[in-house]
């Protein structure tokens, strides 16, 4: 890396700053004030065809502060750590706020929320890796793909690491501070038949380097993902089940967790709005968020806003049991936040899980999916199309990978359509499932 990051002092500069900055505002007239600042440094190297292709040294800061003049709300925000600059975001946020409409909802989270219990959640393991380094494992990785026979070209692999150090800071009193860590590496390989070209890709993803998977598997990964999707045909049209790859699987959780949260919902933009304490999927499936959980990807001991993180079970034995809901979101709906401004942290599964061998079995012919494509997803009515490849499924055996068609329903139904989740958990963020299938879609093929 460019220079040494010294994450300790980094923390009390950032502290300072945003100390600073809400003694600005509480002087220059603002009842309440809140202050979120971060300094991140990272290093990334790309590689393609055994050459390096970039280099990049990173290094980034900001700081954003809010105000509040009674129920008017202002913010500004900043790159510039000088003095100068803060006392001029700090000015701007209250020129805004002084010109903005009343908001009966505005306001920091209540004093007697804010966090207390903050543990070493051992989220920040840097790495020494000098650039020399990163670009040979980058090398590495990609050379391992291009030595399988069937492989014709390469995408290129990518390397990046980097730590961090945030600060949220408000007028309750409240300090909290948190240090991180983020490594990854990732391959793209391509091979070639008659048929034409396929590509595909593998990656790992860590806090702790320790923990990314070796270079020369993921490149090997790669090109047995891309190996396995030659000779791809169209599948034919009409109504199977389908398995959802578990990458893909976390993101049905991300829709799912988009409809229940608290913007969603006071906007009257959602497909489970007023449906708390309703049936939604099977009871035999529950989620779990785990903010708390030692190392994982998005753990923390509080919120956007300060609050005590907690573990929320948004869906319990099949029932919506909770919302997501930031402080301003939930006076909206007249509820309590549950912690979750700026989103939930570590989602779990609770289900009986099932080997990929019994989810083909049990969905005898059908499709599996392994990538989607486009974004046709409606948040209000739930509906649900994609563009997919993936393979066609005959008495529960693959048969041949499929390509340029589309998968239909709506999310309501596919929720309750669940039949099964697998044992084959992707553990690479902050979401961790296996495999779904899930009944009954539409397949728009040949």
């Given at each position: 890396?460019a ?12 502290i300072?700053r ?17 202050v979120?600042?971060s300094?991140?440094?990272g290093?990334?190297v ?9 280099v990049?040294l990173?290094?980034d800061?900001?700081?954003a502060i809010?105000?509040?003049v ?11 750590a000088s003095e100068?600059s803060?006392l ?5 946020a209250l020129?805004?706020a002084?010109y903005t409409?009343e908001d ?9 929320l804010?966090a207390?219990?903050i543990?070493?959640l051992?989220?920040?393991?840097p ?15 990609e ?9 014709t070209?390469s ?35 391509i ?10 890709m ?7 380097p320790d ?5 020369a598997?993921v ?18 049209t009409?109504t ?11 993101g049905?959780v991300g ?14 933009a959602?497909?489970?709005c ?10 035999w ?5 785990r903010?708390?959980?030692i190392?994982?990807?998005a753990?923390?001991p509080f ?9 929320n ?15 301003y ?8 936040t549950?912690g979750n ?18 989810l083909?079995e049990?969905?005898?012919t ?5 990538e989607l494509?486009g ?10 199309s ?6 066609w499924?005959e008495?529960g ?12 329903g709506?999310?309501?139904?596919m929720?309750?359509a ?7 958990i ?10 779904w ?6 397949i728009a093929?040949?």
């Open positions: 890396m220079q040494a990051f010294d994450a300790s002092a980094q923390q009390a500069l950032l300072q945003a100390e600073s900055a809400l003694a600005m505002a509480k002087r220059m007239g603002a009842d309440a004030a809140e979120g600042a300094v991140d440094q290093i990334g790309s590689v393609r065809q055994g050459e390096v292709e970039t990049e990173s290094r800061q900001g700081i809010t105000v509040y009674g129920q008017r709300k202002g913010s500004a925000s900043s790159t510039d100068a803060l001029a975001t700090v000015e701007k020129s805004i002084r409409g009966p909802s505005a306001g920091l989270a209540d004093a007697a804010m207390t219990d543990p070493d051992k989220v920040h393991h790495w020494a890796l000098t650039t020399d380094r990163a670009i040979e494992l980058a090398l590495s990785c050379q391992a793909g291009r030595e399988v026979t069937g492989i070209q995408d290129g692999a990518s390397l990046s690491s980097g730590e961090g150090v945030r600060v949220y800071a408000n007028s309750h009193g409240f300090v909290g501070t948190q240090k991180g860590s983020r490594h990854s590496l990732s391959c793209v390989l091979a070639e038949d008659e048929q034409g070209m396929q590509r595909d593998d990656y790992t993803s860590a806090r702790n923990d990314l998977s070796d270079p598997a490149g090997r990964e790669a090109a047995r993902r891309t190996l396995r999707r030659l000779g791809a045909r169209r599948p034919p009409g199977y089940p389908v398995l959802f790859d578990p990458s893909l699987a976390s049905l829709h799912l967790m988009g409809a229940l949260a608290g913007g969603a919902l006071y906007r009257q959602s497909f489970l007023d449906r708390l304490n309703t049936p939604l999927f099977p009871d499936f529950s989620l779990e968020e903010p708390m959980e190392g994982a990807t753990s923390s919120d956007g806003e300060g609050v005590q993180t907690r573990n079970r948004f869906i319990e034995n099949g029932q919506i049991a909770s919302y997501m809901l930031s402080s979101s939930a006076r909206r709906l007249g509820m309590k549950t401004a700026g989103g939930a942290r570590n989602l779990r599964i609770t289900a009986p899980l099932s080997n990929p061998a019994a083909f049990q969905m005898g059908g499709v599996w999916v392994t494509m974004q046709g997803i409606n948040g209000v009515t739930g509906d649900y994609r563009g997919a490849a993936g393979f499924v008495n055996v693959v048969q041949y990978p499929i390509e340029e068609f589309t998968i239909a709506n999310l309501e139904r929720f309750g669940l039949v099964g989740v697998g044992d084959d992707d553990r690479r963020g902050s979401i961790h499932s296996g495999s299938l899930i009944d009954g879609m539409t093929g040949n």
